[in-house]
Every structure is written in C-alpha cells, then in structure tokens.
C-alpha cells in the first residue's frame, strides 16, 4: 500500500511538472543566431548583404509585435555595414546598439572613435 502512494504521488508531481510551459523569451531573436554562425564560420555561405536585409527584417517582425531586439543586433549589424565599406549606416547601428543597451557603451565607444580615427587619417593622406 506504501508503494502504491509513492507511485500515484510521483506521477501526479511529474504530471503537474510537465505542464509548465516554458517562459516566454526575453527577446525577439529571429535569425540572429543564425547569422551571427554564419558569418563567423561560414562567410562564403551568404553575402553581407543577404545577412543585413535578414537582420533589418527581424527587426521589424520585432518591432511589429513590441518585442525586444536582442542584445548585439545592432552592432552585428554595424560589422557587416563597415564590411560592405558603409561606415555613415555603420555609425548608426553602433550609435543605436549604445542607446539601447547601454552596458555596450564602452566597446561601441571603441568602435566609434576607432572609426572616425580612421576616417580623420583617411582623409590626411
């Protein structure tokens, strides 16, 4: 009789444990992941370009539902403008990617004066 009430108790537990839905994620990560993999591992996969127009969707599907962009979006999105040589739409995601997440001011700070370095010794020679 002992074990018959273990054995109803630990499968009314894991019934109650299996309904749980999992938490609703904090941001909206669209292909994100995808991309990042992509240009990191496999860069001859897909174009900077495709990857930009992807990410720009995602953050409009993000936009359309008042989800979160997920943190490094925008600066992702900033490296493949400086690879395709668009350092003004660089500037903005790195800008954008500072005002959002403003634990990222120190490295899009970098980045930034980084870039207009360049840009002033650029423009010396």
Not at 56 to 83: C, M, Q, R, T
Not at 107 to 125: F, I
Request: overall charge positive.
């Amino acid at each position: 009789m002992k074990k018959m009430g273990l054995i109803l108790a630990a499968l009314c537990s894991m019934t109650l444990v299996g309904c749980v839905s999992a938490p609703k994620s904090l941001y909206s990560w669209g292909q994100y992941p995808q991309q990042t993999y992509l240009m990191l591992s496999v860069p001859e996969k897909t174009s900077p370009l495709e990857q930009i127009a992807q990410l720009e969707k995602d953050i409009e599907k993000a936009k359309a539902k008042n989800a979160a962009v997920p943190p490094g979006l925008y600066a992702h999105l900033g490296l493949l403008n400086l690879n395709i040589n668009n350092g003004p739409r660089a500037i903005q995601y790195f800008e954008l990617e500072r005002q959002t997440y403003p634990e990222s001011t120190v490295l899009m700070d970098r980045l930034l004066n980084k870039m207009t370095a360049q840009s002033v010794a650029g423009s010396v020679k």
